[in-house]
């Protein structure tokens, strides 16, 4: 699958934090991301 390449690499990681708890994604394949880390840009 086309999407498994894009993420090939890349780390997800659980946070439990004072505000609350999130999915945290490391993508070495990204140009660029959002400030919040929630997207990336692969092209």
Same mark, same amino acid.
């Given at each position: 699958?086309?999407?498994?390449?894009?993420?090939?690499?890349?780390?997800?990681?659980?946070?439990?934090?004072?505000? $609350?708890?999130? &999915?945290? =994604?490391?993508?070495?394949?990204?140009?660029?991301?959002?400030?919040? $880390?929630?997207? &990336?840009? =692969?092209?």
């Amino acid at each position: 699958p086309v999407s498994l390449e894009l993420l090939e690499g890349g780390e997800l990681d659980y946070a439990e934090e004072l505000m $609350g708890s999130y &999915f945290a =994604v490391r993508n070495p394949n990204a140009k660029s991301a959002c400030g919040c $880390g929630t997207s &990336f840009s =692969v092209d």
